[in-house]
């Protein structure tokens, strides 16, 4: 113990500190998001419920505004704001598709770290309940692909992770585009 002493000194007490650290960032380079682990097979699932949305034309003619009123209920109870079912759908649908071709491209391997951006997982409902509401109305000829189910558990690991875990601060060129 001499030795010891004698090379790193006395030991002195530690003071306690007056007020926790803090960090300063510059906000228009740093924002808040939650840091997942995601499998690649849900983003590819999320993906596949993307391109059959998009490829199954909307429906015109008799029955179509069945098709709508049920998809604007829906929209109205999912998606908060003002935008209306006809000026959002395209652009959710566009959302949707940017959030997951964006952790597509940085996810390497079967299980990755992917940041999700905070208030973003509304819109992913939103497109993935206009799925739903258009596949269950018989006027309409889209149907949900086999993958739907692991697109929702995406989802629902999405939510989780906003609902649960503590958010961290990013550099906003590791976020998708939203």
Known sequence: ????????????????????????????????AYPMSVRQS????????????????HLDGP?????KNALKDTWEKTTPG???LEESIEETRSRAENLIAAWQETHSGEHDVIF???????????????????ADNDEDTFTLPDEYV???????TLRGAEEEKDPVFVHKDQLPER
Request: aromatic fraction near 6%; charged fraction near 30%; glycine fraction near 4%.
């Open 1 to 32: 113990m001499d030795f010891l002493q004698s090379i790193l000194g006395t030991p002195t007490p530690q003071r306690e500190p007056d007020s926790e650290p803090t960090i300063d960032l510059p906000e228009d380079e740093y924002t808040v």
């Open 42 to 57: 849900q983003l590819d699932a999320f993906q596949s419920v993307i391109d059959a949305e998009r490829e199954t034309p």
């Open 63 to 67: 029955g179509a505004d069945l098709v």
């Open 82 to 84: 003002d935008e209306t």
């Open 116 to 134: 999700l951006p905070a208030s973003v997982t509304f819109r992913l409902r939103g497109f993935l309940a206009s799925c739903e509401t258009r």
């Open 150 to 156: 692991d697109a929702v558990s995406l989802l629902k």
